[in-house]
């Protein structure tokens, strides 16, 4: 079971890069890495998905160095609804099926200030 | 919004009493997973449905049980309610045309047991 790290919690201001990372040692040659955004009361959300180097999409951007062992989650410009816990998760397999168990550790809670 | 939807939204049962959870997965996935999230954690697997048969299981007792219908609907099951299954439920849906490892949550089912 691939776990992983991650901050508590980020105090971050308006405006600013936020940069959250996240260790996972014991990552397998055939996992992905995904981060997920959850509000209060609400179920996760997918943020953004990668296997190595870098991913950008709208809303992140992804920084997996070559040994995968850790990733950073890089959110440009945040704003106050951004103030949310942040999900590393790693890809577990299981023996038959399409998708896979995702294993959720504690996160990180992001507070953005004004 | 991900197209994943659940009933009821709230829910308050005593215990030892029975509940059951409804879920719909978005349109074209073929896997159901659901989570248990207690208060200040992240989620936690409880079992994943794929074309109507269990496909994985996590720490839970067998009094949580599911069940995956044709049209890849699922409902969670449980039995002899405990006050610690007092926890947001969370279903998740996936499949072939999803992101490898990507899983889509609905809105949540907040139960709660006196």
């Known amino acids: 079971l691939a776990k992983t790290t991650q901050p508590i919690s980020m105090d971050s201001y308006e405006g600013q890069e936020v940069n959250i990372t996240c260790s996972h040692n014991n990552i397998a040659t055939n996992d992905y890495i995904t981060w997920y955004q959850q509000f209060p009361s609400q179920g996760p959300r997918f943020i953004i998905q990668g296997y190595k180097t870098k991913v950008t999409n709208e809303v992140a951007s992804l920084f997996i160095p070559a040994d995968r062992k850790s990733s950073t989650l890089s959110l440009p410009r945040v704003s106050l609804s951004d103030t949310a816990v942040y999900y590393c998760?790693?890809?577990?397999?299981?023996?038959?099926?399409?998708?896979?168990?995702?294993?959720f550790g504690s996160g990180t809670q992001l507070t953005v200030l004004p | 919004e991900t197209g994943v939807t659940q009933s009821p939204t709230h829910l308050i049962k005593t215990r030892g009493q029975q509940v059951t959870l409804r879920c719909s997965s978005q349109?074209?996935?073929?896997?159901v997973s659901w989570y248990q999230q207690a208060l200040g954690q992240g989620p936690q697997f409880i079992f994943q449905?794929?074309?109507?048969?269990?496909?994985g299981r996590g720490n839970f007792p067998p009094r949580f049980s599911g069940l995956q219908f044709p049209n890849y609907s699922s409902e969670l099951n449980v039995n002899a309610l405990e006050l610690d299954d007092s926890a947001l439920y969370l279903c998740?849906?996936?499949?072939?045309?999803?992101?490898?490892?990507?899983?889509?949550f609905g809105p949540g089912t907040r139960l709660t047991v006196l």
């Open positions: 449905y794929y074309r109507e048969e269990e496909n």
């Open positions: 349109s074209g996935h073929n896997t």
């Open positions: 998740a849906s996936s499949g072939e045309g999803a992101l490898k490892d990507t899983q889509y």
């Open positions: 998760l790693v890809g577990d397999p299981i023996s038959s099926g399409s998708a896979r168990q995702l294993t």
